[in-house]
């Protein structure tokens, strides 16, 4: 199968042999469980981006482009062709920086899976609903293993994880709901893994950085019904010592570890290890957010009383989020660490409505960020990827106080998942600016009853506005 002799492609294969083997009653009730949450919360974020300015022009311009009316926009009326609509509604699960993450490998998983696969489930009718959980788990299986496998070097180096790597969980899923035979998905995942770009700098300010989801979940879709037809890929894609994705996409062969592709697949299932997030802005800050809330728990202070905070953090931190704040638009601000903290102090929550272009510029936000200071803590770099958002932070008060917090990983997060009502809450919070509360309970209750549905491309249909 492939051109480099027999066995070269171990690991491409096995991910195909588990996407193509996957049956829901494989998987164990509480990745089940979990998935319904992690698919709920992505389509809360989705529907909430409908209307954000970003999304607008997005669909606006490919519905000049693109008259075909197969799969629904996720929050609208309207319909585009597949691969269309699995670009805007991957765009609208990343669209306010809501959305989920899988910490170790760096990946936003709902809003690379689900558009490609709920493509599927409109444009082939009849999946059931425990096809379309067991198809999800295939992607948000893959996706992490493959941010596992390059290493935290693959986004310092530059590399938007998101529209690289996410191209994977992306084609896992759609292959599984196509039920592509393993040769079939060997290809598919060739296709998919070849068309990986995205440039981390997409984080200083621009809408595109919101539109990467949306590509890999585009891309992943192009490799399941291409490889469904016959079309062949990069067979190891994997492997590959020249022009495959890992020697590609990392600076030299000691940085990645294949062996994290395959490794306890189907019998540790990264799906639980997912975070959800209760901050509207990056993952990266949220450790802190939750640091100066424990603080201020512990002993109330406002911003006038705060002379200064400093944020010991991974160099990923650092690098990712600790950077001196600017106005340069909305992406900007929700992945800058002292705006986040700053807004925090002066409004006591960092969600929706705290981020408008308005505040944005606000001055007084601006002095009090300047308050804020990030600087790396090799002990905790030397920690590993698996404590990259780890964080120790130190609030000095104006009257001397000195208080610190160390806090390993944030609330939603893996290692302490958020409750099934906090999850629904946020959706329910989010879908009912779009949608109204009777719909949006039949989506609550579609989804967490999942496994019941005859036909899933009828409970994709309530995702639009009617």
């Known amino acids: ?67 075909s009316t197969g799969v629904s926009v996720w929050g609208t009326r309207r319909r585009l062709s597949a691969p269309h609509a699995a670009l805007v509604n991957g765009t609208l699960v990343q669209s306010f920086e809501l959305d989920d993450v899988h910490r170790v490998g760096v990946l936003h998983v709902g809003a690379v899976t ?36 390059m290493g935290q070097e693959h986004i310092g180096q530059g590399w938007h994880s998101g529209a690289t790597v996410g191209v994977f969980s992306a084609v896992a899923g759609a292959a599984r709901a196509l039920r592509l035979m393993p040769e079939q998905a060997v290809h598919a995942i060739g296709v998919a893994g070849t068309q990986s770009a995205g440039l981390m700098a997409a984080q200083f300010g621009a809408m595109v950085k919101r539109m990467h989801a949306g590509r890999s979940s585009q891309s992943g879709l192009y490799g399941a019904l291409l490889a469904e037809r016959g079309f062949t890929g990069i067979v190891d894609v994997f492997e590959n010592p020249y022009g495959g994705f890992c020697s590609t996409f990392s600076r030299s062969t000691d940085r990645f570890d294949l062996a994290e592709l395959t490794s306890g697949l189907g019998e540790r299932w990264e799906t639980t290890r997912i975070a959800l997030k209760f901050y509207s802005c990056v993952g990266s800050n949220h450790s802190t957010l939750d640091a100066i809330r424990k603080m201020q728990d512990r002993r109330p202070f406002t911003e006038p009383e705060v002379a200064g905070i400093m944020v010991h953090g991974s160099q990923v931190t650092m690098d990712h989020v600790g950077w001196r704040y600017e106005p340069q638009g909305l992406t900007s601000a929700q992945l800058n660490l002292p705006y986040c903290v700053a807004t925090w102090l002066l409004e006591g929550d960092v969600f929706v409505e705290q981020f408008t272009e ?60 958020a409750a099934a009502e906090d999850v629904i809450a946020k959706f329910r919070k989010l879908a009912g600016t779009r949608l109204p509360s009777a719909q949006v309970e039949q989506i609550v209750d579609g989804m967490m009853n999942a496994e019941n549905l005859t036909n899933a491309a009828d409970f994709v249909a309530l995702l639009a506005e009617r």
């Open 358 to 417: 308005d505040k944005v510029h606000d001055a007084e936000r601006i002095r009090v960020s300047r308050k804020v200071a990030v600087q790396e803590d090799p002990a905790i770099t030397a920690r590993g990827k698996a404590f990259r958002h780890m964080v120790r932070v130190v609030v000095t008060l104006a009257d001397g106080t000195v208080m610190e917090e160390t806090v390993e990983a944030p609330r939603g997060s893996e290692h302490s998942f």
């Open 1 to 67: 199968m492939s051109t480099h002799g027999s066995g070269s492609n171990p690991y491409t294969r096995g991910i195909a042999d588990f996407v193509s083997g996957l049956r829901y009653e494989d998987v164990p009730a509480d990745v089940i469980a979990r998935i319904k949450l992690l698919m709920l919360d992505s389509l809360g974020c989705a529907l909430y981006g409908a209307e954000l300015p970003w999304s607008r022009i997005l669909m606006e311009t490919l519905a000049e482009t693109d008259t």
């Open 114 to 149: 689900l558009p490609a696969l709920f493509a599927v489930a409109e444009m082939r009718p009849g999946m059931s609903g425990r096809e379309l959980l067991a198809a999800a788990v295939a992607g948000y299986e893959i996706g992490p293993r493959v941010g596992m496998c």
